[in-house]
């Protein structure tokens, strides 16, 4: 027993679902780091740098980013100083392959998720909610025609992701409707409850 204990987190849900409004309470109450590919990018974006450019069409249209480049940026983050205490991430994995490697990268290192919190929401509300937050934050990414490609790329390869992770038994499924307050009381009492026992132990 070296290492200081860790808590590594995932929270994943379709876009819209409120994922990095509940990403911010989770890392403030675990005090980890946030690894958001989306803001990752983002800044990359704003910043104008070589990245950004490279990434800057595909986020606009509501694609993907290619799994290899997105994987170097995460596995270059996880070797950040201040993962020592864990880390949350948030629309990272996104993919199969995201998963695999995350898998491996954390392997090498012996470290493995503790658990992934899934925010449910159905898509006629995300929907909505996405156009509203278009109108205030004026998001390049939040057009309707760009919003249904993201659900729909979220249904394709995302959502397969769920069952993965529920056949490890590490997944927890979140009812996404309602305040946001009630939604991370709801996240607080089932991550306790799944990590209680590795504390504890
Ligand atoms: P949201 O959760 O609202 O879909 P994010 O901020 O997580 O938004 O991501 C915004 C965009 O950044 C995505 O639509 C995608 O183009 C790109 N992106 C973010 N994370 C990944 C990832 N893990 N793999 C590929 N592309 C990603």
Redesign the pocket.
């Known amino acids: 027993m070296t290492a200081a204990p860790q808590t590594r987190l995932l929270i994943i849900?379709?876009?819209?679902?409120g994922?990095?409004t509940q990403a911010s309470r989770i890392v403030e109450r675990f005090g980890v780091p946030w690894i958001?590919?989306?803001?990752?990018?983002?800044a990359n974006i704003k910043a104008g740098t070589p990245l950004g450019q490279r990434?800057s069409q595909?986020?606009?249209?509501?694609?993907?980013?290619?799994?290899e480049?997105?994987n170097e940026i995460?596995e270059d983050r996880l070797r950040h100083e201040d993962v020592s205490s864990g880390f949350l991430l948030?629309?990272?994995?996104?993919?199969v392959d995201?998963v695999h490697a995350l898998d491996r990268v954390l392997e090498s290192d012996a470290r493995a998720l503790d658990a992934v919190v899934l925010l449910e929401v159905d898509t006629d509300e995300v929907v909505a909610r996405?156009l509203k937050r278009a109108e205030i934050e004026g998001?390049v990414?939040?057009t309707e025609e760009?919003i249904r490609h993201?659900q729909q790329?979220?249904a394709e390869q995302t959502q397969p992701l769920v069952e993965l992770f529920g056949d490890r038994g590490i997944l927890i499924a979140v009812d996404g409707l309602g305040s946001v307050d009630d939604v991370s009381d709801r996240i607080f009492a089932a991550l306790d409850a799944k990590l209680e026992p590795k504390t504890a132990a």
């Open positions: 849900g379709p876009p819209g679902a994922k990095g958001s590919t989306g803001d990752i990018f983002r990434v595909l986020i606009e249209a509501g694609k993907l980013v290619p799994d480049l997105t995460v948030d629309g990272y994995p996104r993919t995201q996405l998001r990414d939040d760009v993201r790329v979220y």
